[in-house]
């Protein structure tokens, strides 16, 4: 099949050519005709994304990612998956999706198993202080999300993301939720057709999907896989402190281990990139692989003028 062609699919149906790459290796078929159908067919599964926000997400990036990501690899790996982007970019099979916060995996896992009884659930809630407050209130007793199912922990989790301030996912030293509530008009956090469209796209790919800690990534990962990681990014000031996806922080002795992590699975021949704040520190973390510079916006101080561009660095072994 030519790269023309492929092409032509990846304009006439607004989708990048890895995504098109991707869906042609899963079901080969030589016949143009054939291909051309099963993306119209698809479409709207291809086109699913993210169905929650995250700090740091790189949905505003992936345009200047592209050009960075490897032209052919084997099996895709995200060991922080947090909203997800590039593996919606890159819809590889087969995908390893894997986070330590677990009720974000529930999540991805529920979309995947159950989506339907999660639309239902989600149908019942609704967006007011009363309905936000007592859905947040769910983790102060102590072990009370393990007396709820699966599908409401994920509702809850889906809710609150998409109804609480930027979006934001924060916890204390106790595990307990604690941003406030958005100001927004009318928040769509049920999400219907994307929960769907997301679901057939978790199994069509058999993404794998679990909770663990990056440095798992070593057992699995064998040569020409590619390794995509997006830890929590390194402080851009001494005093910076903002931690908290999970009740555990990530300091500078994570961001050690993690690139040790990075030079083993170079070792192993994976294709590995990484993303972090363009700090002297990390720098010279990453020292002799190549280092790429892009540029990001934050949003997530309270104040709107606050907010502006920092510069991301990307460290590739290829």
């Given at each position: 099949m030519s790269t023309l062609f492929l092409q032509s699919i990846a304009d006439r149906f607004w989708l990048n050519p890895w995504i098109v790459q991707s869906w042609c290796e899963i079901f080969w078929n030589k016949d143009e005709i054939k291909t051309l159908a099963f993306f119209e067919k698809n479409a709207e599964m291809i086109k699913a994304k993210p169905f929650v926000k995250w700090v740091g997400g790189k949905r505003q990036l992936i345009k200047q990612f592209e050009q960075f990501f490897p032209t052919e690899f084997d099996n895709y790996f995200e060991p922080f998956l947090g909203g997800g982007a590039v593996f919606f970019n890159l819809q590889k099979k087969k995908s390893y999706l894997s986070d330590i916060n677990e009720e974000l995996i529930n999540a991805y896992q529920v979309v995947k198993d159950s989506p339907e009884e999660l639309i239902e659930f989600l149908g019942t809630l609704t967006f007011t202080r009363n309905c936000f407050e007592e859905i947040r209130a769910w983790d102060r007793v102590r072990d009370?999300?393990?007396?709820?199912?699966?599908?409401?922990?994920?509702?809850?989790?889906?809710?609150?993301?998409?109804?609480?301030?930027?979006?934001?996912?924060?916890?204390?030293?106790?595990?307990?939720?604690?941003?406030?509530?958005?100001?927004?008009?009318?928040?769509?956090?049920?999400?219907?057709?994307?929960?769907?469209?997301?679901?057939?796209?978790?199994?069509?790919?058999?993404?794998?999907?679990?909770?663990?800690?990056?440095?798992?990534?070593?057992?699995?990962?064998?040569?020409?896989?590619?390794?995509?990681?997006?830890?929590?990014?390194?402080?851009?000031?001494?005093?910076?402190?903002?931690?908290?996806?999970?009740?555990?922080?990530?300091?500078?002795?994570?961001?050690?281990?993690?690139?040790?992590?990075?030079?083993k699975l170079d070792k192993k021949g994976c294709k590995a990139m990484l993303s972090n704040h363009n700090t002297p520190f990390i720098r010279e973390l990453y020292m002799g692989f190549r280092l790429e510079i892009v540029s990001a916006r934050r949003n997530i101080n309270s104040k709107s003028s606050a907010r502006g561009g920092v510069e991301e660095i990307l460290v590739l072994n290829y």
């Open positions: 009370a999300l393990k007396k709820h199912t699966n599908i409401e922990r994920a509702g809850r989790f889906i809710y609150l993301n998409r109804t609480c301030f930027n979006g934001l996912h924060r916890v204390n030293s106790r595990g307990e939720f604690n941003v406030p509530m958005g100001n927004y008009k009318n928040p769509d956090f049920v999400q219907v057709k994307n929960i769907r469209n997301t679901s057939e796209l978790l199994r069509r790919t058999e993404a794998e999907i679990k909770v663990e800690s990056f440095e798992h990534v070593l057992t699995k990962a064998k040569k020409w896989d590619f390794i995509y990681l997006d830890p929590p990014y390194d402080t851009l000031t001494e005093t910076a402190n903002f931690t908290s996806y999970n009740k555990e922080s990530f300091g500078r002795d994570m961001q050690t281990k993690l690139a040790e992590t990075f030079r």
